[in-house]
């Protein structure tokens, strides 16, 4: 048990268990990096580590004796109370009787983390720890802290307490205000390297062997986009472009008339299910960037939609720049559609009729 668990980013866990082997660990933390590569998860092992019995030299902790187990109550009961607290209707009711933990974490309870959630972690961080030698206060998200609350968030880190160390999580530093980033020892977290990535899912084993490939393209890397890629969903999703593609680009520069009816059926396929509409045209974008790229660099060797190469290849070829202009046009067109809650089909039906027409009857010269 100890930090070995942890993914990737080796740089940011050899700080964390110097830290914990030394026992010297700041007030404030901000660990920065993209998501789903473990910042948060690294903060509370920080927390665990900090306040295991039976640490070892290289600052692990154990997982077993009594404070790890606590901590993991800890964690289990602040995760209950936010879930009850996001889904009370009546704003008051949603922060009252707040009460923090040793190891706390701190997450917005709606869009924003709220005034009284900084108040509360001011009112206790600088008195002792209940049970603790080291209170961590875990702020996820902490790009989200109300305006209103960040002035008294900056106080503490203003006079650091000795007894509490912050941990702020956050995609971006420049999110935050500088007078708060520049108080704060700061981690950076990189993506994880794909190997790793892969190795994590032949281990957990869910994702077919043939799939493994395009999930770890896909998760870019982010272990929880891999823990969470759905082979079956994702081919389910992207099924209707491949149609589409195969539509618009078969008939061009032959005597045969466009398939017209295997091109509506993939536009209706595609703009069926509004609710996913977002991560439909998630997928478009991404074999969108996948034809430029096999277009311009020539190479399929950085596209994401790796298991179909082949016929990438034959749809950039026959689409062209003019194709693959237009193809885009017809995604952000039918992204504003879908903002404006506009049947999206016609945004993919128009850019399908002009990818259709060849160019001499668009120069009006018939
Ligand atoms: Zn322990």
Redesign the pocket.
């Known amino acids: 048990m100890g930090f070995e668990s942890f993914l990737g980013n080796m740089k940011a866990v050899e700080a964390a268990r110097a830290m914990a082997a030394s026992g010297r660990v700041p007030g404030a933390l901000l660990f920065t990096g993209p998501d789903g590569v473990g910042k948060k998860t690294l903060a509370l092992m920080l927390a665990k580590a900090l306040n295991?019995?039976?640490r070892g030299a290289e600052g692990d902790?154990?997982?077993?004796?009594p404070?790890?187990r606590k901590a993991d109550e800890m964690l289990a009961a602040t995760r209950e109370d936010l879930a009850r607290r996001r889904e009370a209707k009546d704003p008051q009711r949603r922060v009252e009787g707040l009460v923090y933990f040793d190891l706390q974490l701190i997450e917005p309870l709606t869009r924003f983390i709220l005034t009284e959630q900084i108040r509360e972690l001011r009112r206790v961080a600088y008195s002792r720890a209940f049970e603790f030698p080291r209170r961590v206060f875990v702020i996820d998200d902490a790009q989200t802290i109300h305006w209103q609350a960040i002035d008294l968030l900056l106080k503490v880190l203003e006079e650091p307490p000795d007894t509490t160390t912050l941990i702020l999580v956050c995609p971006n530093a420049f999110e935050l205000r500088p007078t708060i980033r520049s108080r704060c020892r700061r981690i950076h977290f990189q993506p994880v390297q794909d190997s790793l990535i892969d190795e994590l899912l032949a281990g957990e084993g869910k994702v077919p062997k043939s799939q493994r490939a395009l999930a770890v393209r896909m998760a870019a890397g982010s272990v929880a986009k891999a823990k969470a890629f759905d082979s079956t969903e994702f081919e389910r999703r992207r099924a209707p472009w491949l149609d589409f593609l195969e539509a618009v680009s078969g008939p061009r520069g032959s005597a045969h008339a466009p398939d017209w009816k295997a091109l509506f059926d993939a536009t209706k396929a595609l703009s069926e299910d509004r609710d996913t509409f977002e991560e439909t045209l998630r997928t478009g974008y991404s074999l969108l960037r996948d034809l430029v790229e096999v277009l311009e660099a020539g190479s399929d060797a950085a596209v994401m939609n790796v298991d179909v190469r082949p016929r990438l290849k034959v749809w950039a070829g026959k689409l062209g720049l003019r194709g693959l202009e237009l193809l885009k046009d017809g995604l952000d067109q039918a992204r504003r559609l879908q903002i404006r809650n506009v049947n999206q089909q016609l945004g993919l039906d128009t850019v399908a009729i002009e990818l259709l027409t060849p160019p001499a009857a668009l120069d009006g010269s018939q």
């Open positions: 295991c019995e039976r902790f154990c997982g077993e004796c404070r790890c």
